[in-house]
């Protein structure tokens, strides 16, 4: 064991050694490259979030704070009826337009990705009135977990995600960015209803024209604490329901924040865990969890540790398969992908660097050479001992 | 050159025998993984379309093709008003709401995103309006160049690009997945104006109550060459007349289809290279060309080379500053991403897994710790000779 840390030591010194020195000389010995070129990282925080641990829509729309100045809860005019734009905590400006948008593009744009096997188009004009009739002019803080239903029971009506459901929890950005818009897998926000909805903010608002308050929304509700899930509970619940065979679940296993991995009260533990299908035709058959540890983190928890022996025997329990993996590469290639400056990442990075040299001017700098000198006489030595 | 000859063969030699013997050890030493466990790889082929020479509608739209029948000419109803998806060459469906849904988007959502420096907000119905009065209920075959004037002049007024504008050329998806929809770098197809309408097709009809033809639209049209660019030929030319300092242009170095990396007839050559702006507060005062090599695939140009040179001579004749870089790494970063089997991101994606390997179970297979120490010898070696 300390055989091995002290190889992470050295080798970590070394690479910032390398980076000193090395790099240099590799760009020097590329004649036709301009020194002066400085790219921007290719940084996917768009599309990766760590740590943001539910997809309430109020979390997801505090990621994109700017400058624009709030406006004040006196200022009782319609934000969204202006030339100009004037953030609030109130209801998505264009809310009605984007859902119905979304909704075409979901079935007649993205359809190859999710939905060839069905021909069946729903009336996006009907379920955009399903969700308004249980929104519009109603006291946000009187809505409940039954509000939607109509919305999701439209929606999800006929739908099974078979051997292909992500459920995430704690790795918004990660998963999002993995499932690759449906293309791989399926998260929830990859489902029509939940498309719609995906980041927009809304809620409702008595005895007004609009219906909506585009001023501000509560932040919470004293005498109703379902309020806040009315929504996306219900669309956490109703796609646990819909899912079958194989599923996944992308967990993270160096949370700085002081929770475990699989952690009471998340969406995936309140509203997913429980209304996994456990029979019947469309059962859940394993569930597949993939444990992340990121770039420059500690890990806290691995397979088989703490909270995710607590997770193992609860789907044990269900009679579902179960298996876990710290760290599948597809991930790490994507974490890497967002902090290419991280220690864990440097190395493979290097490597592709030489790579690219080798295969575009034949050639690459001496220190190079005797790495992959070295690198075969190892593999040599290790094969025939 | 025959000594780095020798090195890439024994290279790729040692790294099949490596896969063949080192992979196994490197699973069968991690005891929680279950080796049943089967991913997808993180296809990227969603957004990574290479080879994608235009953006022109259909092209895009042909990526999507599936399984669904074509709905013969014959079939004169409108194949939108059904209650089952039908594909057909003609009009998305759903055209109207989706683009004035994204146009929401664009300026409610995603503005943190582009749009942080200015408050103004487009009107959308307007902006659909403009659009629509130029295409619908007029013959498709008899649109031009000038067309969608008045719909970009609004969409585009105020705008200017500075230093952060990205064109691409024979290179769609590796470009988009670098610009991130505008969060690193800005392409034509992340502005209002384009992004309303990318992936899109549509094509007006005379003398009938839709006014658009959703069963088939025209290939091309015999009597009018300018037809099939009316839109995205002006969109590219309106593009490149709003960017501004440093500019990106993103090409394909080792294409195998017989062209040259910077090619006449492309959009990039006709529409956007001659509209640069030359002169005045918002001029164009360096072009820095990424040149791209695909992996697995051969290398064709070179910075400094054939097409490239011309494009160079080009650009100093419009007293533009000019650089080129072959293969930066963020951008190998993504064809890896999309082509982890390839030979020259192996070794890099093996390197990962190892070091994911110590950081998670503090221990490594024997094979990597001779490699890691003889990387140190010959770090050491090289350092101090």
Redesign the interface.
């Known amino acids: 064991?300390y055989?091995?840390?002290l190889?992470?030591i050295?080798?970590f010194f070394?690479s910032l050694?390398?980076m000193m020195?090395?790099i240099n000389s590799t760009t020097l010995s590329?004649?036709?490259?301009?020194s002066?070129?400085h790219?921007?990282?290719?940084?996917?925080?768009?599309i990766y979030h760590t740590n943001l641990l539910s997809h309430s829509p109020s979390q997801i729309l505090n990621k994109?704070?700017?400058?624009?100045k709030l406006i004040s809860k006196q200022n009782q005019l319609n934000p969204c009826n202006?030339?100009?734009?004037?953030k609030t905590n109130g209801t998505?400006?264009?809310l009605k337009?984007?859902?119905?948008?979304?909704?075409?593009?979901y079935?007649?744009?993205k359809?190859?990705?999710y939905?060839?096997n069905?021909?069946?188009?729903k009336?996006?004009t009907k379920l955009y009135e399903l969700f308004e009739s249980a929104a519009r002019y109603k006291s946000y803080c009187n809505t409940n977990m039954s509000t939607y239903e109509s919305y999701f029971q439209y929606a999800l009506d006929g739908v099974h995600v078979i051997n292909r459901a992500l459920f995430w929890s704690g790795t918004y950005g990660l998963a999002h960015a993995?499932s690759?818009?449906g293309?791989?897998?399926i998260t929830l926000e990859d489902t029509l209803a939940a498309a719609m909805a995906d980041?927009?903010l809304w809620c409702g608002k008595e005895n007004d024209t609009e219906g909506f308050d585009y001023v501000s929304c509560p932040r919470n509700c004293k005498d109703n604490i379902w309020a806040d899930d009315a929504f996306w509970g219900l669309a956490s619940r109703t796609y646990a329901q819909k899912v079958a065979g194989e599923i996944y679940l992308v967990l993270n296993?160096s949370r700085t924040d002081g929770h475990p991995s699989f952690r009471n009260g998340s969406y995936f533990t309140t509203y997913e865990l429980p209304n996994l299908q456990k029979t019947g035709q469309y059962r859940v058959t394993k569930m597949?969890v993939?444990l992340m540890?990121a770039p420059d983190q500690k890990?806290i928890e691995?397979?088989?540790e703490k909270s995710l022996r607590s997770l193992e025997t609860i789907i044990r329990g269900y009679n579902i398969d179960y298996?876990?993996?710290?760290?599948?590469?597809?991930?790490?290639?994507?974490m890497?992908?967002d902090q290419?400056e991280a220690r864990?990442?440097q190395?493979?990075?290097k490597?592709?660097?030489q790579?690219?040299n080798?295969?575009?001017?034949?050639?690459?700098n001496?220190?190079y050479?005797?790495?992959?000198?070295?690198?075969?006489?190892?593999?040599?030595?290790?094969?025939f001992l």
């Open positions: 064991m055989y091995c840390r190889y992470e050295l080798l070394f050694v390398l020195t090395n590329v004649e036709n490259q301009s002066s070129i790219l921007r990282a290719p940084s996917f925080s768009g994109n704070e700017n400058e624009m202006n030339g100009s734009y004037i998505t400006c264009g337009e984007i859902m119905i948008g979304r909704c075409n593009e079935q007649y744009i359809r190859g990705l939905l060839s069905t021909t069946e188009i009336n996006c993995y690759n818009r293309i791989n897998y980041g927009l296993g597949i993939l540890h890990v691995k397979c088989g298996a876990c993996k710290d760290d599948p590469e597809e991930l790490i290639l994507i890497c992908s290419w864990e990442c190395i493979a990075r490597v592709l660097r790579q690219w080798i295969k575009v001017y034949g050639k690459s001496t220190i050479h005797s790495i992959s000198f070295l690198f075969l006489f190892s593999i040599i030595i290790n094969y």
